[in-house]
């Protein structure tokens, strides 16, 4: 989940909880606690190691552990009123708070880090959810201009970080349980289906209709009055053992297959007689119909595109980190 949306997380505590540390600290001790394992998206990852450890050891359950007693440690030293066992309680939920509305997410958490490298993610929202995150806005808002009811206010903001994400997940089932027959009265057939979170979830789902090496996406709406004939955009499944070859050659391609859930490619044939392949994992694609009127394909951030020469050996590769093109040489 996006910074903001851990960072009303913690505000609400604040509210919530300032009064029974008697201080307007127990506000800084919430809001960083709620935040604070996205603090390695500033530790000087480079991109390949972004796609390595970010959700990584600072959002594993030994992780959020260890930042506990730290926090506990700090804002002791700060003000007596955080007693180690309540301030510890308080950071600790705060933490996994932040590790719930991650895993919810279809990025993926190492929950288990450093013991295990897997990647845990229910796939009940999207990445960013403007819903939950303008709702809990608002009611963090309302619960600090509220001085009868702003605690239970905020209380209810709290409840929607935990219910928000199962309510999405049963309407998401709900859907995948509708779909094939749908499929079937638009003549649409296909080997695997599978519903997963799009841009606007959970009123826009995202379809992949897998066909042995062809990989078809597209978008349905929850609310039935928004059916339409699906347009479905088709792309074609990455070759893993090309992956594997040049992730021999340079561990960024290695690494990326690692990181990817439904990697995809697309060959390009340049003038020289080399050839561009462009990787693309689909579960950043977004086909609803906002992202199809106001982004491009070239906008799908972690991109990974390889340039190879006439004899097919690898020359260079483009990455898109953040929206951000860089480009990488090869030298032999």
Not at 109 to 118: E, G, I, N
Not at 310 to 327: C, E, K, M, R, V
Request: aromatic share 12%; hydrophobic share 45%.
């Amino acid at each position: 989940m996006d910074p903001v949306t851990h960072i009303v997380s913690g505000a609400l505590a604040g509210r919530l909880l300032h009064t029974r540390f008697g201080t307007r600290l127990a506000y800084a001790l919430c809001i960083l606690a709620a935040w604070l394992p996205d603090i390695d998206n500033f530790v000087g990852l480079n991109p390949e190691q972004y796609l390595l450890h970010h959700r990584g050891i600072t959002h594993s359950l030994l992780g959020i552990a260890v930042q506990a007693l730290a926090l506990t440690g700090l804002f002791w030293m700060l003000h007596k009123a955080f007693t180690p066992v309540k301030t510890f309680v308080v950071a600790l939920s705060l933490l996994a708070l932040h590790l719930w509305l991650d895993v919810v997410t279809t990025y993926g958490t190492q929950l288990m880090a450093p013991f295990s490298k897997v990647r845990y993610d229910w796939g009940a929202l999207f990445i960013i959810d403007p819903i939950l995150t303008l709702t809990a806005l608002g009611l963090l808002v309302w619960s600090l201009r509220s001085k009868e009811y702003g605690r239970r206010i905020a209380t209810l903001g709290l409840a929607l970080m935990l219910v928000y994400p199962v309510a999405a997940h049963s309407i998401r089932t709900v859907v995948w349980e509708s779909l094939p027959k749908i499929l079937a009265e638009q003549g649409i057939r296909s080997e695997s289906i599978t519903v997963s979170t799009d841009f606007l979830s959970p009123i826009f789902w995202k379809i992949i209709l897998e066909d042995g090496t062809r990989l078809r996406i597209g978008s349905i709406s929850a609310i039935p009055t928004l059916h339409t004939n699906l347009d479905l955009a088709e792309f074609t499944r990455a070759d893993p053992e090309l992956l594997a070859r040049l992730g021999r050659e340079i561990s960024f391609f290695q690494t990326w297959a690692w990181f990817a859930k439904w990697p995809t490619m697309k060959e390009t044939p340049r003038q020289d007689g080399g050839r561009d392949i462009e990787f693309l994992d689909t579960r950043f694609y977004s086909h609803s119909p906002l992202a199809r009127r106001f982004l491009s394909r070239d906008q799908v951030p972690f991109t990974l595109t390889a340039r190879l020469e006439p004899d097919g050996t690898l020359d260079g590769f483009l990455y898109n980190h953040h929206g951000q093109i860089i480009a990488y040489a090869v030298t032999n």
